[in-house]
């Protein structure tokens, strides 16, 4: 009887156990909207020595993640909803070097509803498209635009990659990194989105597949 009630009840926690296991395996599963999300007070440099750094803001009455990049004196914001995946417009500020006014927006672009959008879950392999208008604003006036026929809009999720990069010299796995695929007609873009960080690694080539240029994440500033 004693051998009768041990085996059942080990046969119980066996499958607990297993029930546990199945359900952390998915709670582990990389998610695809994580690569998006921004976290602020995330800051870096890229190898191209351009510096990054992710910020709370508002932008166009709406609550807004921006993506500050400056490189070479030219300082671009780039702003999105807070899930990250959702594009609001950009921002692109004076070039001191060259007379500008480094703290006045010289160039704004600001899109309307409905918003170019990635899409919450893509599959490995699949495709999607970013549709959408705006309204460039400069010292000349206002011009409407199409996201389509200005940015590359057609994209592929490649899938999943733990990418390794030497931020500081020193080696780290960035995790479940969402590695994205966008081709024009004279280029291709490999692009990387790691969680928090957004892109941290990116390479460019032609259409026959040469070099053209490519950067990654290089240097990290914990805060």
Known sequence: MHNTKSLAFKAILGAAIAAAATTSAIAAAPSFADCFKLKPGVAYTLSDRSKVQIIKSQFAGKAAMGVVSTD????????????GRQRLGSEQYGIAALGGNASKVVIKEVFAAPFPEVPADVKPGASFKLAGKGVKTTSAGNEPFDFGKKYQADLVFVGFENLELKPNYNARTFENVCHMRSRGEDNAV???????YGVIKMQVKTAKGEALFSYELDGLEER
């Open 72 to 83: 070479g004196g030219v300082k671009t914001v780039n702003f999105f909803d807070e899930t």
């Open 190 to 196: 490999d692009s990387w989105y790691a969680p928090e």
